[in-house]
């Protein structure tokens, strides 16, 4: 028997009689597989979730806990989800056609998660905008964004790239490591407690395998050689999947993402960015724009020096991004209100017509 506790999982809702708890450990496909107190198994979905799930949020990820009809000669059924604690999202943007974007719809990446290792290579494809992305979208996952700097073996002057991360994110853990001579590695270890969850995120390249190797003590994942030309990785992860450490610590692996679409991040912008729109509180006018308006706190903070101006810049291009999701979204979500009610309406009047005949 394994004591699912050491992955994590508390009995905040009792399983009835007929189904056991889990956690998915991993997702192909649609083949799930999860950790039982009876051991790894094979399952998939109950049809109850593609009639009720409303979004692609609804279904199981890799970290979640369910409840499992249990087959023992075969296949289980996940019948339920149970609640999130902690979830990482991206906007994914489908129908591309033109610069038109014909759905936005939530990517759910991982979740139940007490930290977020956001991973960057310390090469020259090295961009604090980038990182600063990804702890917006952490900051509204509910797990403590740590930033990891890779490859420290491979940039002499590193501690020029730390000192920029940690001047534009101050409230943030940032570490420089080496999978390769072990620098640095001693200093998660405060992170990497028994029955704590850490989600590994980053473009692929960053050395997210490498690293979860040194921590497995074994070569799980397989190392593949970054791109000469522009400093790119081959993916090495093609799916998600949950890992656990000798230590007693869980790793949740995900695939390098090319792009991260910000979604629904305004808590994360305001908190990322709190000394930008604390300056809005200093304007003369309330409806000043920022731009030439007399009064403006944030273009006499730009001509002093005190907001850089490219601190400026990666505000107001995360506004504009999630502001645009955001719309987008919301006009999809009435649209298909507005069709179900249509066809609602259509089957009323169908059933209607049927009564008078």
Not at 129 to 156: C, E, F, H, N
């Amino acid at each position: 028997m394994i004591d699912l506790k050491q992955y994590g999982y508390k009995e905040n809702t009792p399983a009835p009689s007929c189904l056991i708890p889990g956690r998915v450990t991993e997702l192909r496909r649609e083949q799930f597989t999860v950790m039982t107190e009876r051991g790894e198994l094979t399952a998939v979905l109950k049809g109850v979730f593609y009639h009720e799930a409303q979004t692609r949020e609804d279904f199981p990820c890799v970290g979640d806990f369910v409840f499992l009809d249990y087959n023992d000669s075969g296949v289980s059924r996940i019948a339920k989800l149970l609640p999130r604690h902690s979830k990482f999202s991206r906007a994914d943007f489908s129908g591309h056609a033109a610069g038109y974007v014909k759905t936005v719809l939530e990517q759910v990446v991982a979740t139940n998660f007490d930290y977020v290792f956001i991973l960057s290579s310390l090469n020259w494809d090295f961009k604090v905008s980038r990182i600063m992305r990804y702890l917006t979208q952490a900051r509204q996952s509910g797990g403590q964004p740590v930033v990891i700097l890779t490859k420290a073996d491979l940039s002499p002057d590193y501690q020029v790239s730390v000192a920029d991360v940690r001047q534009s994110v101050p409230n943030i853990p940032v570490h420089a490591i080496s999978s390769h001579t072990g620098h640095g590695l001693p200093e998660l270890e405060q992170y990497l407690q028994s029955g704590k969850t850490v989600v590994f995120l980053g473009m692929s390249g960053v050395g997210k395998s490498s690293l979860l190797n040194v921590l497995m003590e074994d070569n799980v994942m397989e190392v593949k050689d970054i791109r000469e030309d522009d400093s790119r990785g081959r993916h090495t992860t093609t799916h998600r999947q949950l890992f656990m450490l000798p230590s007693g610590a869980m790793v949740i692996d995900t695939p390098g993402m090319r792009e991260l679409g910000l979604l629904d991040a305004g808590e994360g912008i305001r908190v990322g960015f709190a000394d930008v729109e604390e300056l809005f509180n200093q304007c003369r006018f309330s409806n000043c724009r920022h731009q030439t308006e007399p009064g403006c706190a944030v273009q006499t903070a730009l001509v002093d020096g005190s907001l850089s101006h490219e601190h400026w810049e990666r505000y107001l291009l995360q506004k504009k991004e999630n502001k645009f999701v955001d719309d987008k979204a919301g006009f999809l979500r009435d649209k298909r209100a507005q069709r179900k009610s249509l066809s609602m309406w259509s089957k009323q009047e169908k059933r209607k017509g049927k009564i008078k005949k």
